[in-house]
T-cell receptor, first 111, second 114 residues
């Protein structure tokens, strides 16, 4: 079957570093996305990985290991505004390259 | 400003009363999609469209219809809404479905069916 797993909720402290993991099992793979979604708002794009390795973009980095079906999103120097849900999505090769989404990880930042 | 718009943003209706949620994008995107988001389940795709007059079922199409007569618009139609269609709905668009084509989301429509 096709499945994406993420932790439901995580808590971290302002100024710290947090790593949000995502594991996936899909029929074919054509890229992995991370999106940020603040409560009551639309998801917004954070990062895209299609090859193994680390992609860094400011305070956010995303890592992919295709052989392990694993990705993580690393957030550094956490700010209160980083309190949000983080969604992992994988693009499938079948079904016209549609995305399958994880349920999201709610990240709570404490002062 | 490049954006995806949805209307209405909030809607409370009753079982069986047909409704339409509109979606429009001004980025000349070929690809558009409808999702519903329910607690603990993540985004689930209802229908998608690869281009004008080309639509296809997603993972949860039952009870929904769509049309794509123009590139910019992709309305979602609920012919006979039921309480299990109470959800948060998002429309999204992207230039395509390959490479780094990222999806841009509308602000969402919160639908309650009584």
């Amino acid at each position: 079957g096709q499945n994406i797993d993420q932790p439901t909720e995580m808590t971290a402290t302002e100024g710290a570093i947090v790593q949000i993991n995502c594991t996936y099992q899909t029929s074919g793979f054509n890229g992995l996305f991370w999106y940020q979604q603040h409560a009551g708002e639309a998801p917004t794009f954070l990062s895209y990985n299609v090859l193994d390795g680390l992609e860094e973009k400011g305070r956010f980095s995303s890592f992919l290991s295709r052989s392990k079906g694993y990705s993580y999103l690393l957030l550094k120097e956490l700010q209160m505004k980083d309190s949000a849900s983080y969604l992992c999505a994988v693009r499938r090769v079948d079904s016209n390259y549609q995305l399958i989404w994880g349920a999201g990880t709610k990240l709570i930042i404490k002062p | 400003e490049a954006q995806v718009t949805q209307n209405p943003r909030y809607l409370i209706t009753v079982t069986g009363k047909k409704l339409t949620v509109t979606c429009s994008q001004n980025m000349n995107h070929e690809y558009m999609s409808w999702y519903r988001q329910d607690p603990g389940l993540g985004l689930r795709q209802i229908y998608y469209s690869m281009n004008v007059e080309v639509t296809d079922k997603g993972d949860v199409p039952e009870g929904y219809k769509v049309s794509r007569k123009e590139k910019r618009n992709f309305p979602l139609i609920l012919e006979s809404p039921s309480p299990n269609q109470t959800s948060l709905y998002f429309c999204a668009s992207s230039a395509g479905t390959g490479g780094t084509d990222t999806q841009y989301f509308g602000p969402g429509t919160r639908l309650t069916v009584l």
